[in-house]
């Protein structure tokens, strides 16, 4: 849990010892298992569901608690200190359930958010396609194109490269353009039930981290009701952006804090204390100069992430700069703090008698995934840029 000096009120502090306590008692016990198989983590997200977790940010309106993005911040974080895929097939939930629980009409909030609340409804997205045509939130990458058709949307045979929790989730956030005229820009929204359309895996998962997250390509076939469509059509994204994206980018940001400080606490307790092969090495002065290096990185990414989720609570316009900002930090930190610690352990930790390769290989997904931080960086240039022009600005890195 965040034991340092951002101020938190009673309520947060409650909710971070919650899931702290979960994670030890549950993800923990499990996590090199699920690394060293690539299971999928079922029993850990169960134990979140009977917690009351999956339902943290639906509206009190809808049966929800409504719970502030700090705190969700601060959920996930504790999460992926001692289970990296489980934080992040915990954390897909409930980016890809924010904007139809949000902006819902009020059927979809009976049938599509309400049995979140139940613990009927898990949700995941089903946004990036083959490389390098369509990173889910990637600018200028065209998604595949559904087609109107009556009173639905054709889905045909789309291939959806990673979809985290496939198979668990019952409810995909389906990123798409809606005929083919739609320009890359137009983004739309579909809901897209598992049991109700045809879906095959084409991949299975095979990561070199992150090995529970059973994020398989997957082939979507069949047709989405015009009832599930998210806002609306082809604006979605440009209406509503502000709203949703700190919350994706802030959760990403809060499981690769979650993954840096996990590592940074397991190196800790091996330092100090030493294991069955080694005695403690915390006497080396070289070693105790390093991990101060490394605790001043992981406290200024982890004050910008909880400033940047603190401003979006307080509806500050500037969040979305600062969330995406603190994206690029935790994860980018989170890959050299895990790499460092590797060191420190020597050859005990490459030769894997330690927890900590775990961690560099979860810390690694962070740079390429959700939004890769290249085009999280395009989008931290162009708020800081808008008058340059956009066509070139993707040439940056
Ligand atoms: C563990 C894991 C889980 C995932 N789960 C999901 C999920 O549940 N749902 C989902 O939709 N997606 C998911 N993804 C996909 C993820 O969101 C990214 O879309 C994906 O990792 C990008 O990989 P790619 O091979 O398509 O990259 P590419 O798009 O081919 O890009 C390759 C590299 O080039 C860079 N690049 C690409 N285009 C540009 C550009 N225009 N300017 C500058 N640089 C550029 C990228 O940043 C990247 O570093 C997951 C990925 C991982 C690793």
Known sequence: MADGFFPLT??????????????????????????????????????????????????????????????????????????????????????????????????????????????????????????????????????????????????????????????????????????????????????????????????????LGMRGNNSCAVIFNGVVPKANLVGEEHTVMKDQGRRFLPVVTSTYAAVYLGVAAGAFEEAKQFLEYGDDESKPRIDNPVIRHRMAELSVEIERSRALLYSAASAFDREQPTSVLACSQAKVACSEMAVHVTAEIMGMGGGTAYARRLPFDRYLRDARAGVVMGITNDTVLSNIARMLFPGAPRKTENKAR
Request: aromatic share 8%.
């Open 10 to 207: 009673s309520q947060q502090q409650e909710w971070a010892a919650r899931a702290a306590d979960l994670a030890q008692r549950e993800l923990a016990p499990r996590a090199a298992e699920t690394d060293r198989t690539g299971t999928f983590p079922s029993d850990g997200l169960e134990a979140l569901k009977r917690e009351g977790f999956w339902r943290l940010r639906v509206s009190r309106e809808h049966g929800g608690l409504e719970e502030s993005l700090l705190t969700t911040v601060l959920v996930t974080e504790a999460l992926a200190k001692r289970c990296a895929s489980t934080s992040l097939c915990y954390k897909m939930h409930l980016e890809a359930s924010e904007l139809v629980a949000r902006i819902g009409t009020p059927d979809q909030v009976d049938r599509l958010v309400r049995p979140i609340v139940s613990g009927e409804a898990f949700y995941t997205v089903a946004g990036s396609e083959a490389a390098g045509r369509g990173g889910a939130f990637a600018q200028n990458n065209a998604m595949s194109s559904v087609i109107p058709s009556g009173d639905g949307y054709r889905v045909e045979k789309i291939r959806k490269s990673y979809v985290t929790s496939t198979g668990f989730a019952t409810h995909h956030f389906f990123l798409c353009r809606v005929g083919k005229e739609a320009t890359p820009d137009k983004v739309s929204v579909l809901i897209v039930e598992r049991d109700k359309i045809d879906w095959k895996i084409d991949e299975p998962w095979n990561g």
